[in-house]
């Protein structure tokens, strides 16, 4: 087995990385060893720090972003201390570099009044439109991800007791509901569900009009088509009701740790950007109120 393939193994096996972190990572390992095999003629194990080096300015020669560039360091600082591990090389040709320093961007959030607009898109009418409503409820009421949403199975749900089971990255962790997601989900389940599920055994909370699990890019069209049908001239994305559910949460006095447990954040550093969020919009009121601002 080569490299690459025992570190994509490793990734997934061992570092329990995300499916879209492991297809970033493989991406950029491989494309660092399609340009030493064809500008150097040499393989990856040969590299040394000023190939990295180079290729990085390559890498922003040729149109790409500083944030991709520092995800390709990333990428590959952990592919050669996979390597060191192993005892395949002596060194990691990309110890010490630093990645050139990009402006941090700030998640896109929606006000309370915008998520109350578009939470009242979707028409409890017929079975999309109850389905749908159920799943923008869940998703603001949780600040699950998208993946985690979808991956949900019915046996995931305790409407009795008012919370839901979500597991992440081997992990298992419990998130309450309001009493709006709450009815929304009781409304789907029981008069919805069962006449939409193509197979009796079928696990999945949320399936699509065909009866099978609802799949990423179904969802990403269902947030595309209600954001147009709201109005709302921000880009919605699958993730700005997670970002938007955590700073609200802040707002109204819920603490970083609390919110680090119900996002599933590995690290208190990932939450507390959140609190960036807020002092800049604080900030921003002040400057436009502020009679001598």
Request: proline letters at 2%.
């Amino acid at each position: 087995m080569d490299d690459i393939l025992r570190y994509h193994t490793y990734l997934m096996e061992e570092k329990l990385a995300s499916r879209n972190t492991v297809a970033s990572y493989l991406r950029d390992v491989n494309q660092f060893a399609d340009y030493l095999q064809n500008y150097l003629a040499c393989d990856l194990r040969q590299a040394k720090g000023e190939m990295v080096e180079n290729y990085m300015n390559w890498m922003l020669g040729h149109g790409k972003s500083a944030a991709s560039v520092t995800r390709f360091l990333a990428a590959i600082k952990s592919f050669y201390n996979f390597l060191l591990e192993e005892g395949a090389v002596e060194s990691n040709p990309a110890k010490g570099l630093a990645a050139a320093r990009t402006e941090r961007k700030y998640p896109e959030i929606l006000t309370s009044r915008e998520v109350e607009l578009f939470l009242d898109q979707p028409q409890c009418v017929d079975a999309k439109g109850f389905r749908d409503h159920a799943m923008l409820e869940l998703l603001y009421a949780t600040g699950i991800r998208v993946s985690e949403l979808i991956s949900l199975n019915l046996s995931d749900l305790n409407l009795s007791a008012g919370f839901i089971r979500c597991r992440s990255k081997g992990k298992e962790r419990i998130i309450p509901l309001y009493h709006g997601a709450i009815k929304a989900l009781q409304d789907y389940v029981k008069n919805i569900r069962p006449h939409l599920i193509a197979d009796s055994g079928e696990k999945a909370l949320f399936v699509n009009m065909n009866g099978e699990r609802m799949s990423r890019q179904g969802f990403w069209k269902i947030i595309k088509h209600y954001q147009e049908k709201a109005g709302i001239e921000k880009d919605i994305t699958p993730h700005t009701l997670r970002h938007s559910f955590a700073v609200h949460l802040l707002e109204n006095g819920a603490d970083l740790r609390s919110i680090q447990e119900m996002l599933g954040h590995a690290d208190i550093s990932s939450t507390q950007i959140y609190t960036h969020v807020v002092k800049r919009q604080l900030k921003d009121v002040y400057h436009k109120a502020h009679p001598r601002a």
